[in-house]
């Protein structure tokens, strides 16, 4: 089994760029799709990005999704922050043996 | 449009059984490729997947806690019946239901608050 490992919290200001790490502790960061979802209080998780970098119509082009093999990691970017991006957000992925593993959340603070 | 729904008990005693149903629209859990998953979420932490079924009946379970879950589709009536045996107040979570497309959960229900209380 696998872990995805993100930060507990991240805070920025209305209009900066903030970015949420997802790090894969073992197999390949590029072999295996990674999905984030943001869940705000009181509510279930929506996606924001789905395979790596993908956007569903309706979330802003203010999110995009990246990921570097050399760390092993995936990237949770959101720019331009609006005080209505305060959510927690989780990165997901899977493995042949595991259908899901959520990262533990990154609560996101905007300022 | 896909929409999703859970209802069940909002409480259950230590040892019940849990019964859960998601009611949907959209699609078909019986048509190629489909899926629908159970999630839960313990307050302040990650979503824990439990369970997930596919059009072929392919099911799939969480292995830390396979001996008490069981995950049923009703193809006529767009229903998915979850079970979860012996509960524990350790179990009180919110239980989502969601639609698994590929390897990933695009829509979730609105979730219910399960409590496990004498």
């Known amino acids: 089994n696998f872990m995805l490992t993100q930060p507990p919290s991240v805070s920025g200001s209305p209009g900066e760029t903030v970015t949420i790490s997802c790090t894969r502790s073992?197999?390949?960061?590029?072999?295996?799709?990674v999905h984030w979802y943001q869940q705000r209080p009181g509510s279930a998780p929506i996606t924001v990005i789905y395979?790596?970098?993908?956007?569903p119509s309706e979330v802003p082009d203010r999110f995009s999704g990246s990921f570097d093999t050399s760390s092993n990691s995936a990237f949770l970017t959101i720019s331009g922050l609006k005080t209505e991006d305060e959510a927690d957000y989780y990165c997901?992925?899977?493995?042949?043996?595991?259908?899901?593993?959520f990262g533990g959340g990154t609560k996101l603070t905007v300022l | 449009q896909i929409t999703l729904k859970e209802s069940g008990p909002t409480l259950v005693k230590p040892t019940q059984t849990l019964t859960l149903t998601c009611t949907f629209s959209?699609?078909?859990?019986?048509?190629?490729?489909?899926?629908l998953g159970w999630l839960r979420q313990h307050p302040g932490k990650a979503p824990e997947w439990l369970a997930i079924?596919?059009?072929?009946?392919?099911?799939h379970y969480n292995p830390s806690l396979r001996n008490r879950l069981t995950i049923a589709k009703d193809t006529s009536k767009n229903h998915v019946v979850f079970t979860m045996t012996n509960m524990d107040p350790v179990d009180t979570a919110t239980y989502y239901c969601?639609?698994?497309?590929?390897?990933?959960?695009?829509?979730w229900g609105p979730g219910t608050l399960v409590t496990v209380s004498s």
């Open positions: 969601a639609h698994r497309r590929r390897v990933r959960f695009d829509h």
């Open positions: 959209g699609f078909s859990v019986g048509a190629h490729k489909e899926g």
């Open positions: 079924i596919y059009w072929d009946d392919d099911k």
């Open positions: 073992s197999g390949n960061i590029a072999g295996f799709y």
């Open positions: 395979e790596d970098n993908l956007r």
């Open positions: 997901q992925s899977y493995d042949t043996t595991s259908p899901v593993v």
